[in-house]
């Protein structure tokens, strides 16, 4: 059906619908845990907040496990170099996510408040943590993560955990943390009634226009003050097999390169802001179901804004540029991508469509008086 070239540039595609489908859906999970300590004002206010995103948590969280598959299948050698690069940070990350399912589970199965506390601050962990985890990840690719490849393609890290937390990276992850909790804020806001939706309200609001100054500043500063990568010598795609087979370059600007030949894909950190501008103004007037889709649509744009910026780039080299995975030499053999294909056309719509039965049925404002009503409250 499609050629090798197209078949990976549709994968290109595909694992980025679902890294925008985890940050969608499990992003507003992770904003709600981000919240609770701050505007749960009681045990029944925090109930009514993990009540809003109880039953969907768990399938919300399959979008990042199937991208990780999707990653190892269809970019084995990125998925090989960035888990070994990048380790303590995912353990970090997957050791603050085990926060989550003994949370929402245990919670609740004591009537006391310490008890019900502790599990509110594991929440809490298992939410921001990934997040800042995450934002770092983007922050560290943008600059280039110090790897090299032998003439056997065996990927060598040499930086180290420290490295990771460097002051570019800590903004992307900051902006993370702050977009998916505008994120839950909108959730919680369409999902909730009286003080708590006013509260979350102000939220959403807030995180919104932090959004705005923290997504305007990681924009200048990659344009000021991180080199971006260009590729300036390589066979034609469909002849170029191996990594090794190109001269990359670190140029001032590269990143802008693709929004100056395509305008059009300036789209995308326009839709980041408009979506965060959209959050902030709907909120405020009480439409929540269009702050909601504003604050997923700024999600979308600020995802895409880094992926426009970086293609070919999937896992650019800092020790070694010309090393450097792009979209044409990093992924498996056309029979794999080929059969991936076909099993995401087949699986991926009816997952959607089963997700949004689920919500459909649950669907409504959250109580006090209904959680304490419900066999399965958490």
């Known amino acids: 059906m499609f050629d090798?070239?197209?078949?990976?540039?549709?994968?290109?595609?595909?694992?980025?619908?679902?890294?925008?489908?985890?940050?969608?859906?499990?992003?507003?999970?992770?904003?709600?845990?981000n919240l609770l300590l701050f505007i749960g004002k009681s045990d029944d206010d925090r109930r009514v907040m993990i009540n809003t995103v109880g039953p969907h948590w768990d399938g919300n969280q399959v979008w990042l496990v199937t991208a990780g598959g999707a990653i190892f299948a269809a970019w084995p050698a990125v998925y090989a170099a960035a888990f070994s690069g990048f380790y303590f940070a995912m353990l970090l990350a997957l050791?603050?996510?085990?926060?989550?399912?003994?949370?929402?589970?245990?919670?609740?199965?004591?009537?006391?408040?310490?008890?019900?506390?502790?599990?509110?601050?594991?929440?809490?962990?298992?939410?921001?943590?990934?997040?800042l985890v995450f934002g770092i990840a983007f922050g560290n690719l943008l600059q280039g993560v110090p790897f090299h490849l032998d003439e056997f393609l065996r990927p060598f890290y040499t930086g180290s955990f420290l490295a990771l937390l460097n002051p570019f990276a800590l903004l992307a992850g900051l902006l993370s943390v702050v977009l998916l909790t505008m994120h839950g804020a909108t959730w919680l806001q369409m999902r909730t009634l009286d003080e708590l939706a006013d509260r979350s309200r102000v939220a959403a609001r807030r995180m919104a226009l932090l959004s705005i100054l923290l997504f305007a500043a990681a924009g200048i500063w990659l344009a000021m003050g991180v080199e971006g990568y260009r590729v300036i010598d390589m066979p034609p795609p469909g002849e170029l097999t191996s990594p090794l087979h190109k001269t990359v370059e670190k140029v001032e600007g590269a990143w802008f390169d693709n929004y100056r030949v395509m305008p059009w894909t300036m789209v995308f950190?326009?839709?980041?802001?408009?979506?965060?501008?959209?959050?902030?103004?709907?909120s405020g007037v009480g439409r929540s179901a269009l702050a909601f889709l504003s604050s997923s649509l700024a999600i979308v744009g600020v995802i895409m804004t880094a992926g426009v910026?970086?293609?070919?780039?999937?896992?650019?080299?800092?020790?070694?540029?010309?090393?450097?995975?792009?979209?044409?030499?990093?992924?498996?053999s056309p029979l794999t991508l080929t059969v991936m294909f076909w099993a995401a056309a087949i699986f991926v719509p009816i997952i959607i469509a089963y997700t949004t039965w689920n919500y459909y049925k649950m669907w409504g404002k959250v109580s006090v008086d209904e959680i304490k009503n419900r066999f399965a409250a958490y």
Do not use: Q
């Open 4 to 33: 090798y070239e197209t078949l990976k540039l549709v994968w290109w595609l595909l694992i980025g619908v679902l890294l925008i489908g985890f940050a969608v859906t499990d992003g507003m999970d992770m904003g709600v845990g």
């Open 95 to 131: 050791f603050a996510l085990f926060f989550r399912p003994v949370g929402f589970d245990y919670r609740s199965k004591l009537d006391n408040p310490g008890w019900r506390r502790m599990w509110d601050v594991a929440l809490f962990i298992g939410s921001a943590v990934p997040a």
């Open 269 to 282: 950190p326009l839709l980041g802001f408009a979506g965060m501008l959209g959050a902030w103004l709907f």
């Open 309 to 332: 910026s970086m293609f070919p780039f999937i896992m650019p080299s800092s020790s070694n540029p010309s090393h450097s995975f792009i979209a044409w030499d990093a992924t498996s």
